[in-house]
């Protein structure tokens, strides 16, 4: 299964676009690349998934280069609260349920005023 | 639409104990998994139900077991707590849909357990 690596922080202040990238140098075919989000004392919130190209809904955009080994995950106009950890995983479709999702450490944004 | 609901959602037990915990799937989802984390990290993977029984299992003790029952819901259920159990156990429900697009996880709020 494919580890990620994200930064552990990230800064930034209301109103700015935040972009968030992802390494995942073993992706695998059949993975789908899926980006959450974390409060403290909630469940994780999905947020967007893509497998290539660019996907965008309407709170965030995902652009995965096509040889996937990265994503990048972009807020726009981030607002106090949008501070939360962000997970991005890789995982396949096993059912069409993702299986074994591989959680990392995240990475903690803090957006400031 | 009811989301994915865990019950309780604290719990304090000591070392030695067993303890359950429940949740019951978003509407329309048939497939249960269960994650622990501990504070300042990561949820990691225990395990996931579908159509009753365990399809896959992460790196943890046979002391961590699961029920999923015929209307979808699920228990987690682990004996002889340790110390190291203290965590918020999450679970998350999705639609295993064989040959269509990968249907993302949704997760409940979990359950906080500490031990003593």
């Known amino acids: 299964l494919a580890k990620t690596t994200q930064p552990i922080s990230m800064d930034s202040y209301e109103g700015q676009e935040v972009n968030i990238t992802c390494s995942h140098n073993n992706i695998a075919t059949n993975d789908y690349i899926t980006w959450y989000q974390q409060f403290p004392s909630q469940g994780p919130r999905f947020i967007i998934q893509?497998?290539?190209t660019k996907v965008t809904n309407e709170v965030a955009s995902l652009f995965i280069p096509a040889d996937r080994k990265s994503s990048t995950l972009s807020l726009p106009r981030v607002s106090l609260s949008d501070t939360a950890v962000y997970y991005c995983?890789?995982?396949?479709?096993?059912?069409?349920?993702?299986?074994?999702?591989?959680f990392g450490k995240g990475t903690k944004l803090s957006v400031k005023p | 639409d009811a989301g994915v609901t865990q019950s309780p959602t604290h719990l304090i037990k000591t070392r030695g104990q067993q303890v359950t915990l429940r949740c019951s799937p978003k509407?329309?989802?048939?497939?249960v998994s269960w994650y622990q984390q501990a504070l300042g990290q990561g949820p990691q993977f225990i395990f996931q139900?579908?159509?009753?029984?365990?399809?896959q299992r992460g790196n943890f003790p046979d002391r961590f077991s699961g029920h999923q029952f015929p209307n979808y819901s699920s228990e987690l259920n682990v004996n002889a707590l340790l110390l190291g159990d203290s965590a918020l156990y999450l679970c998350?429900?999705?639609?295993?849909?064989?040959?269509?697009?990968?249907?993302?996880?949704?997760f409940g709020d979990g359950t906080r357990l500490s031990i003593l």
């Open positions: 509407s329309g989802h048939d497939t």
């Open positions: 139900y579908y159509e009753e029984e365990e399809r």
């Open positions: 893509g497998y290539k």
């Open positions: 995983l890789v995982g396949d479709g096993y059912g069409g349920s993702q299986g074994n999702l591989i």
């Open positions: 998350a429900s999705s639609l295993a849909g064989w040959g269509t697009d990968n249907q993302p996880q949704h």
